[in-house]
């Protein structure tokens, strides 16, 4: 039986406007960053907000005290855009689509504990068998520990495994157990891939 291991931000929400005001307000708040939200946008989604973020404040004396100062105001701003989340444009036809063939589908995110009352508020919770979060103290992607514990939980085979997500972090996330990815991105991508969609309906057609 088929197993889908789905990203959250980008591949299931459109949380990216709340993402990005977020670090733009943050990084100028607390250390006088300026950066545009379009840059913002591209070069986290190259990576991730930590990874980018960390790699901006390199210069400060204590790297890992000024990440937490980050995220301090970071969440609080982010916070308030979440009301304002929206599903990905055909994200249920390709849920209900997986429901129907009895594939057993997750959440694993880099998002704190919010994650679960945005997949309830988006009422998208009952398509999930477990959401599974950073916050719960594993390693964050590309780091294969959450899709192990999900294997491991749930007796998942990797050439059954699919894991769905927009950037490339998502993309080692899978491969790094052997499972199967789809990106989904419609633009133009410098770093290698398996199945590349531009719309959510595309994975009926490799699913």
Not at 6 to 18: E, H, K, L, R, V
Not at 20 to 32: C, H, I, K, P, Y
Not at 183 to 205: A, G, Q
Request: include cysteine; proline fraction near 2%.
């Amino acid at each position: 039986m088929k197993s889908i291991v789905w990203d959250f931000d980008d591949t299931i929400a459109n949380s990216y406007p709340g993402i990005v005001a977020a670090t733009q307000e943050s990084l100028r708040e607390n250390f006088g960053i300026s950066l545009s939200k379009d840059t913002i946008f591209k070069e986290s989604k190259k990576t991730s907000v930590r990874k980018y973020v960390t790699q901006l404040l390199q210069d400060q004396d204590d790297v890992d005290a000024a990440v937490k100062v980050f995220y301090k105001t970071y969440h609080h701003v982010e916070s308030q855009y979440h009301d304002k989340i929206t599903l990905i444009p055909h994200v249920l036809d390709a849920l209900e689509y997986c429901d129907e063939k009895h594939f057993i589908q997750f959440v694993v995110t880099h998002r704190d504990n919010s994650i679960f009352d945005l997949v309830k508020n988006l009422g998208v919770e009952h398509y999930f068998k477990e959401v599974v979060s950073v916050e719960d103290g594993y390693k964050r992607k590309p780091d294969p520990d959450m899709l192990n514990y999900l294997m491991t939980k749930y007796d998942l085979k990797a050439e059954d495994l699919w894991v769905i997500g927009d950037r490339q972090i998502d993309v080692d996330f899978g491969r790094s157990v052997g499972a199967h990815t789809i990106l989904l991105n419609d633009s133009k991508v410098d770093f290698d891939y398996d199945n590349k969609i531009s719309d959510l309906l595309e994975i009926k057609n490799l699913l």
